[in-house]
Structure formats: C-alpha cells, structure tokens
C-alpha cells in the first residue's frame, strides 16, 4: 500500500506569523518579535507575500536534503511553511510552464547569507530540472563557476569569513523543456583596493592564501613563491588563518571545480602565474635618488624580487623597471617623459597590481562564461540570479561604498516598481478595484545620484576631466555649490546645513539621506578612485610580456593602437552597468530573497534586535509590508479555500459538489462575515484583515478538535465491534478444534486398547506353539544324544589300541597351532604405523618364532614401502631416485652429505628463462636445462674465485659469464672423465676432461658451490644417461688435477678462516693447491 501524501499548509503549527502581511498588530517591534520567535525555533524564513525574508542561522540546519528537495517540489507557494526552496520552485515552474523569464534578487549586507542562497537556489534548481550526460554536465559546470569565483572574489571581512567583495549576476538558460542549456555570468565591482590594502581583522582574497597552503612544492617553486605569509607585504597577518576554513583542501577544490569548468592545465598555470605576481609585485620596495638636475627619482631596493616576477611574465627586466621610475605623457606629436618619486612608483605599483588583479578576475568571468555558454541556438528561458553587496554603512565610507549604496537605491527603486506592479496586475487579473498605494518613491535619491547634468557621479567625472588642480577638495566645493538645495544632500558648507544641529559632520565629507537612513561620505580618494589610472608605461611594459595571458589582458598597451582618449572612469562605468543589468531586470518577473544578519559575531542561537532593526530598516520591509496590505491582505484560490474551511459549514461538508467559488460563498454567508472584509476575484477570496483569516482559523481548529472526537468516537466503536466479531470467531474456531480433539483422542483410546488384547491374544497363541515345538526338539536332541554316546562307545571300543601309540604327537600339533593361531591374531592387532620410517616392531613372544618374527617384519617393510611408493608422481619418483643415487655415491663418504639430505633438487635456481637479464644466455641454449647454478670457478694460476653460471644440458656442460650471460666454455658430457672431492665439509669439486678433447685445452676445471652434492649427483645420472657409462667419482683429500701442461695436487687441510666458515683456496707453487675448510 502507497504511503499517503499529507499536505500541510503556511497556517498549519504555525510558530509567529509565518507570512508579515498577516501579522497583527503591524509595527516595527512586532515585525522584530515575530522574526525573533521564529529564529528561535529554527524557523529562519518567513514571507512578506511572495518575498522571502532569510535569517543567517550561522549554523547548519536540516533543511536542505534531497526529502526537502521533493518535499518542496510542484507545490503551491503557500502550501508548505516559508522556505527558499519554494520560492525557487515557484520560480522555475513559472518559467517552465508559463514561458515566462524570471529573476531571483538577493540583498542583504556582508554576512546575511546572500553567497549560500543564490548557491541554494541553483542547487534546487539542479535537482528538480531534467536528467541525462549533457544535461548533467551543464548543470556541473554551473555549480562549479561558484567555487572558482569564490576563491578569486571572495574575502574574509569583519563581518563575513566568505564575503563576496563583487556583484554577480548569472542568467541560467533553459530550453523549452525547462532542462538548463548554459549561462552567462555578470560581474559588477569588484573590490580592486582589497589586493593592495585591508582594513583591520580582514583578508586579501582567498585564492592567496589557499595557493600558498595548499600547493605543492614543485608548484611553488615553479611559481617562486614560499609558504610562509609573513614574506609578502600585500597579506594581512593579523587574520590570515580562518577557523573553520581549511585554505589548502579548498584550494584542491578550487583546482578540481576549474577542471570541471573547462579550464585547460596551462590556462590555470597562467592564471597562478599571475596571481603569484601581484603577491610579488607588494614587495617591492623603492628608495629615494637625487638626480643632478635637482630632480627626486626612485629606485627599487632589492631587485631580486622583480627578476623573480619578470621570470614569471616574460618580461624584460630593464623595460619593467623604468615602467615604474618613469612616466610617459603623450599629446598630439609631443612626448614628456618624467621621473617618479617614490610616493608616485608605490602609487604605480599598487595601480598595477590592483589592474593586473581586476582584469584576470574579468577575464575569469568571460572564460567562464565561453564554457557555460548555450551551445545551441534554440529559443531560450532565462532565469537571473542576482547575489549583489547589501547597503553599507561604516565608520569610514569612501568610493566603494557610495557605489555599493547607489546600486541599493535602484535595486529597491525597482523592487518598489515592480510589487506595486505586480499587485496592481493580480487586482486587475481577478477583477478587484485597484485603489492607489501610498509610498516613499527614492528616485529623487537616484536622481541626486545618476543625474547626467547634476548629479553627484557627473560631477565627479566632470571635476575628474578637468584640467588644472583637480583634489577631492575641489570635488566637494562643486558638490556644495550644485547640491546645495537638494533635500536629502547635506554638507557643513550646503544652505542646509544652518538647519543642522549635528556639529559632527567633517568639512571633508558630505552626508546623503538614503531610503535606508542618512550616511557620511568621506570624499578623500573619491577622485583616484574614480579616475582608476594607470600609466601608460606599465600598461605597455605589460604588453611587451611573453606571458600570453597578461599580454591579453592589456590591449592598450600595443603601440600600434594608443589610443589618447582618456579611459572611462569606475563610476560612469558602474553606472552604465547598473543601468542595463537594471534593465534586464525589468523584463523579468522579480522574486526577492532578503537576506538578514542576527548578530555581528557570526555566532548561532544569537538575536541582536537593534543590528536587525537596523536592517529591517534599510530593506524597506515594513513599507513592503504596507504596500502588500493596502488592499488585501491574504488571498486564496477559490479550492484550496474550499478544502481548508469546508468543515465549518455542514453544507460543504464532508464534499461540496458545485463550483468552488458558489462552495466559499456559501461558507462565508454561514459564519457570517461581513461583506467589506472580502470580497470575490475570478480565482481567488480576497481578504481584507489578518483578524478575519486568524478567526477562520480559530474556528477551524476548533471545528477540528470535534471531527476529531467524532472520528475518535466512531473509531473506537469500529475497533471494539471488529473485537467483539473476531473473538466470536475466535471462540467457533476454537470449538471445532476443541470437538475434533476430543474424538480424535477417543478414538486413539479405543484403538489403543484394541491392540492390547490383541497382542495378548497373539502372544499366548506363539507361547503355546512355542512351548509344543520346544517339546519335539528336545526329543530329537535327547534321541540324537543317545545315538552319539553309542557310536562313540563302539568306535573307541574298535580303535583304542590305536591311540595310545598317536596321543603325543596329535596334541603337540594341536598345541603347537594353537600357540600359532594365537600368535597371528595378536599380530594383526599390534602392527605398527604404514610410514617407511617407522622402526617399531612388536616384541617375539616365543623363541621359536625368531626367524618367523624377522621374515614377517621383512615382509610387512617391504608391503608398505610399496604401498608408499605408490603414491609418487613421476617428478617425486626422479627426485627420489636422485636421492637415492646421491645416497649411493656419498653416504658415509662426503661430510657434507647429510645436509644434503633434507633439501630437495631444484636445479634451475636461476629462473633463466623468467628473468629478462638472461635473455641473451636462453636464445643460445636450445636444450632443456638440468642445473642452472651460480658457482665460483677457481683461477688456476692464483687460486682466486671468479662467479660463472654453471649450466647442465642433456649433452653438455656450459659456463657463462654472470654480468653479461655470455657463454665462457662449453665442455660435451663425453669429455668428462672423472669428478673429484674431497672428504670434508666443503663445496669444492674437479671436473676431470678427456686428454686430447677441444675442452681440454687449459686443463681441468676446479669449481666451488653451495649445491654441490645435487650438481655431482646429476651430472652422474645425465652421465650414465648420454654415455651409458658410469662417471668417475673420486673422494680424497688429496687428488691431482690437470692444469695445462702441469699436473697440480690439490690438498684439503684443517684450518681457521679469517672470513667466517667459508673455505679458502691458495696456489703454493706449481704443483700444490691447497684448501683451507673449517
């Protein structure tokens, strides 16, 4: 049976409010409260109508499996309790099912979690869309652009260990059957400064520190880079361990994930190289130098780390060091070249750095973005997912975060835009009167900002353009003269300062009244910044590089193409992008995930309400709140209305069998709600107060509780009458059993006994015929008896004369076969074990039987010696045979034999035709090897030991060299005469040859082996096998030898060796040799 689905709904077990639109009162401390009751439990996301409201839990929750996964998966948005999976389900069935291309934004400050729910909702979308190889693969290749991106844009901050310091937006593409095809990655400004400098308690990028620790040595080395990060200027050290961040396993996974992607391995070299040469490009170090005309220049200290980074890009040493002592300005025709003093070449070092940095991380994106791209050119669905830096406020604001704030104020601009939109197309699509919404519209704000005449980015390129003196200070004069006026602009010279109490406003800064709350800009860097300029020098010293990559990534600096317009500055380069990822975003259908920080010290169970009020704030979620409640504030398709409250009227329940909506209204007449609190759409029940939506619910639970006891009720009846039958049941079952026993058991009673009379019947029938045969035997056997006792008179009365003369010898033979028999059974039972080597025998229990007892032992050694034998396979039988020749020729002759004894024959010890070394030696030898031995070959002339291989074939004896395999001699069995030996307990044996042979040239040989008695006992038989002759075997402690012409005495004698027991040989003169054993 199928396990039956239970759906829940957002209202079921609901911990707070799980949907803001419905929380009653609406304030600020409520909206607080009901986040932090949830938060509390575990409940980290709530709604505000389809936004979804994320709270960082800093831990890790299960709530993101594969279950999860299905359980979220084809479900209506409120059906389940608040999750990110929903929404991302919502999302992609719209674009699946509706063609409709959708956009998920996700804001929040550094630490909200915005990096882990974009990966989330590309996660789900993974899991839910298609399978198969290729589809498979793209969605691989996605996933992994994350880490890849991580590493190379992400940073450790103050407030986030894995802060994504740039904007991303990926556009993933679907085809028509919602199975993802590609995606296009957008980056938006990245965090350039962070290369150069970090703020206290924070990081460079990751990918410096994961490079660092977790590349090998060789690696390293290639890269000229150490492990330490105190030797490079540009790592902080105050931070540079993370816990919980393991730098060298994620820099494997960082390796893995560009393998993934499409990386080529000297792409990712490439790419190393030049991240090792901005870490190196921090320590150098200049030194002021006068030069004669007056003039400050600077010098680089050590040039070792510049030789080190030109070894890594390509570059000529020279060309790279005036880049960064000399400036090059160009006009028209005209070229001045001026020296840099040393606060200028730091300058050109970090703006080099800094560049270098930015334009691999661009350069990364658009790499990624040719292996992910469609490859198809299909019709296509998108779905944009937008993880972009939340609204910053510091101590400190500069540039970046005027920037980041700017991008804020558009993305709520258009958050505002498009849920008024939204809501306004649902009450016209449902036919509900639309009544206009009330709300603050910040454009004034981004128009102070992005006005092309007048706004605050204008003026900053405009004062960054013009020529003479250009400081910040002349930048902020501007902006009091020309943003005096405007409401939400503020500075100590502005006309409305005089309206200002706050006397902590610097002169240096000017303050901006965001829809998020008032921020102080620091304007000092506001020009550099903006300018982002590097000399053209360094620009074409990069070119001129044999490094490929970094050539790529410098266009500019090709002379053939200088170009003497000036660059595009950040800001009106950040414009242009927000304007057009902006109007992106606009064809798309928005889905917001709003991300939010509990606490500042990333720690789990931790609800800091003023850090979230603060938030809460500056997204705008309250006014989200309102402008959702400004008509309705809960609607419900028409069914699932119907199935949830269809139990408080008894007309539509248990079934209401018309249309739904005829269902609804029926149910609100009954429980009479008044008309102004709802009213009916096309499809859904619009409800105007959350009190009308928590009173259905009351009402509901309470309904709930008496079906429940109505359920109970009948249920129990149901249990106990099915009891009542199954015990009747029971008890007629048990009946008839009880019955059949019964006669079964009086029944094997009567049968029983039956068979007792029976078998007493039968047993006084046999007795009686028993007793009358017993009768008529003993009278045969009386009539027999006294038949024989008469015969037996007769005949001893006939031959009694003839045995008195025959009595002893008939009982001495009688005896005597007695004593015989019962020597021959005791034997049968005391014979000893069926092994060869058993020597035991039983004692002789009688003198006479001495030859008997020794033959009968013979012969009983020689059955199971047989018997044994028998068991051999042929190979067993030639080893025992060797044995036993060997046995023949030395036993009790040769002091080494019996150590000989226990080892058996191999032979081959070498494993010639295995081993490759003796490749050579095996082609040369075409008959089968009998002995293949390693044997030293005594000098004739010195008496020294040389190794050969000792090789015996069928009709030869060989010896080859040991190192080359060559073959030395090669001496036909014919030829060997006699082998010689001594007495004693060495291994040196004479092989005698034939006067007059080829073989015999240099005379006899003299060998010494290990296995001397298994080489001379084959010989023997190999011998005698070829000749048919017997060989020779001579054993004496003293024997002549054949040397040449001489005739040498070889001697054994007794002596201590210096070298252990190993025997020694020494030539005395010309005709002795003598032999030290031990």
Request: with cysteine; glycine share 4%.
């Amino acid at each position: 049976m199928a396990k039956m689905e239970v759906k829940t709904s957002l209202l079921d077990n609901m911990i707070g409010v799980g949907d803001m639109v419905l929380l009653e009162p609406l304030s600020e401390d409520s909206f607080i409260n009901n986040l932090k009751k949830r938060f509390d439990h575990s409940e980290i996301y709530t709604y505000i109508g389809s936004v979804v409201v994320s709270v960082n839990p800093y831990r890790p929750l299960p709530i993101y499996s594969p279950e999860k996964v299905e359980e979220y998966r084809n479900r209506n948005f409120y059906e389940l309790s608040p999750h990110i999976f929903a929404l991302s389900d919502e999302a992609y069935r719209s674009l699946r099912d509706q063609d409709k291309d959708q956009c998920i934004l996700i804001t929040g400050e550094s630490g909200a979690g915005k990096t882990e729910a974009s990966k989330l909702v590309m996660s789900y979308v993974a899991a839910v869309c298609g399978k198969g190889a290729e589809v498979n693969q793209v969605k691989e290749q996605l996933l992994q652009s994350n880490p890849v991106l991580e590493a190379f844009g992400n940073a450790k901050t103050v407030r986030n260990d894995n802060s994504s310091r740039f904007g991303k937006y990926m556009d993933i593409e679907f085809d028509f059957k919602g199975d993802p095809l590609g995606g296009v990655i957008s980056n938006y400004l990245l965090e350039k400064s962070r290369v150069v400098k970090q703020p206290r308690g924070e990081r460079n990028f990751h990918i410096f520190y994961q490079i660092l620790s977790g590349a090998s040595e060789d690696l390293l080395n290639k890269l000229k880079l150490e492990r330490d990060f105190s030797r490079y200027n540009y790592l902080s050290l105050d931070s540079a361990r993370v816990n919980g961040v393991d730098d060298a396993v994620n820099f494997r996974t960082v390796r893995n994930a560009m393998q993934i992607v499409g990386f080529m391995d000297h792409e990712t070299q490439s790419i190393l190289e030049v991240v090792a040469a901005v870490l190196k490009l921090g320590n150098i170090e200049f030194k002021p130098e006068s030069r004669v005309n007056g003039l400050d220049e600077s010098k680089i200290k050590d040039k070792n780390e510049l030789k080190e980074i030109c070894e890594l890009t390509g570059i000529d040493q020279s060309v790279l060091e005036r880049a960064f002592s000399f400036r090059t300005v160009e006009a028209k025709q005209e070229k001045v070249s001026t020296t840099l003093n040393v606060a200028q070449a730091y300058y050109a070092r970090d703006a080099l750095a800094k560049n270098l940095y930015s334009r691999l991380f661009s350069w990364l994106v658009t790499r990624i973005n040719e292996s992910i791209k469609a490859q198809t050119k299909v019709r296509k669905k998108v779905m944009g997912v937008l993880d972009i830096y939340g609204f910053e406020i510091f101590e400190d604001n500069s540039f970046e975060q005027f920037i980041i704030n700017y991008c804020n104020e558009k993305l709520q601009q258009i958050f505002i835009e498009l849920t008024l939109k939204e809501e306004q197309e649902e009450y016209i699509r449902e036919d509900i009167e639309w009544t206009h919404i009330e709300y603050f519209n910040n454009a004034i704000i981004c128009d102070l900002i992005e006005n092309n005449q007048t706004g605050i980015l204008a003026m900053l390129d405009e004062e960054c353009l013009r020529p003479g003196t250009v400081t910040d200070d002349t930048f902020l004069e501007k902006l009091n003269q020309v943003c005096a006026t405007h409401q939400h602009f503020e500075s100590r010279m502005s006309k409305c300062s005089r309206f200002l109490n706050d006397t902590s406003l610097p002169h240096s800064c000017f303050r901006i009244q965001h829809y998020a709350g008032k921020v102080m800009y620091q304007v000092e860097g506001f020009v550099d910044k903006n300018n982002d300029l590097l000399y053209r020098d360094l620009s074409q010293a990069m070119w001129k590089a044999n490094h490929s990559l970094i050539k790529a990534l410098f266009p500019e600096g090709n002379p053939a193409k200088i170009n003497l317009k000036r660059p595009p500055t950040a800001g009106s380069q950040f414009k242009a992008s927000v304007a057009t990822l902006m109007k992106n975003l606009q064809t798309k259908n928005p889905n917001y995930i709003r991300c939010i920080k509990p606490n500042d010290k990333k720690a789990a169970h931790i609800f800091n309400e003023a850090l979230v009020c603060h938030q809460v704030r500056y997204l705008g979620l309250l006014e989200n709140v309102r402008v959702r409640r400004a008509g309705y504030a809960f609607r419900q398709p028409y069914e699932l209305c119907l199935e949830r409250y269809k139990m408080l009227c008894k007309q539509t329940w248990p079934h209401w069998r018309g249309p739904a909506r005829a269902g609804v209204e029926v149910l609100f007449n009954e429980l009479e709600i008044p008309e102004e609190e709802y009213s009916f759409g096309r499809s859904k029940i619009f409800i105007r107060n959350p009190r009308t939506l928590f009173k259905l619910e009351d009402l509901r639970k309470q309904r709930l509780e008496d079906l429940a006891t109505l359920i109970q009720k009948i249920y129990r009846g149901w249990k106990c009458l099915t009891h009542f039958l199954l015990m009747k049941r029971s008890q007629i079952v048990i009946a008839s059993w009880y019955r059949r026993y019964a006669q079964q058991k009086k029944y094997q009673r009567i049968k029983s006994s039956a068979i007792v009379v029976q078998s007493y019947i039968r047993g006084w029938k046999a007795r009686k015929l028993l007793r009358e045969l017993k009768h008529q035997k003993r009278c045969k056997e009386a009539a027999t008896t006294i038949a024989a006792y008469w015969h037996g008179t007769q005949v001893r009365r006939e031959y009694r004369k003839f045995f008195r003369a025959n009595a002893g010898r008939k009982i001495y033979e009688f005896t005597l076969q007695k004593i015989m028999q019962k020597y021959f059974l005791e034997m049968k039972n005391k014979l000893p074990s069926l092994s060869p080597i058993d020597k035991n025998w039983p004692a002789r229990p009688y003198l006479f039987l001495d030859s008997t007892h020794k033959e009968l032992k013979r012969i009983f050694h020689l059955w199971r010696c047989k018997k044994y034998r028998d068991h051999f396979t042929d190979q067993q039988k030639l080893i025992y045979e060797e044995k036993l020749e060997a046995s023949e020729l030395f036993k009790d002759k040769k002091a080494l034999y019996p150590a000989s004894v226990g080892q058996p024959f191999h032979g081959a010890y070498l494993e010639i035709s295995k081993n490759p070394k003796y490749k050579k030696l095996k082609d040369a030898v075409e008959e089968k090897i009998i002995i293949a031995e390693v044997v030293n070959k005594i000098n004739r002339a010195n008496g020294k030991c040389a190794s050969r291989i000792f090789l015996l074939t069928k009709n030869n004896v060989l010896l080859a060299d040991q190192k080359s395999g060559h073959i030395k001699s090669e001496v036909p069995l014919g030829d060997v005469t006699k082998v010689s030996m001594s007495s004693q307990n060495d291994g040196f044996f004479a092989v005698h040859l034939k006067e007059g042979s080829g073989a015999a040239g240099k005379g006899d040989f003299l060998f010494s082996s290990d296995h001397l008695i298994e080489m001379a006992t084959k010989l023997y038989r190999t011998t005698l096998s070829q000749t048919k002759q017997k060989l020779n075997i001579e054993i004496s402690d003293e024997f002549l030898v054949q040397f040449k012409q001489d005739k040498v005495c070889v001697k054994f004698i007794q002596g201590n060796q210096k070298n252990g027991n190993i025997p020694t040989c020494k030539r005395k003169n010309n005709r002795l040799l003598e032999v030290a054993v031990p």
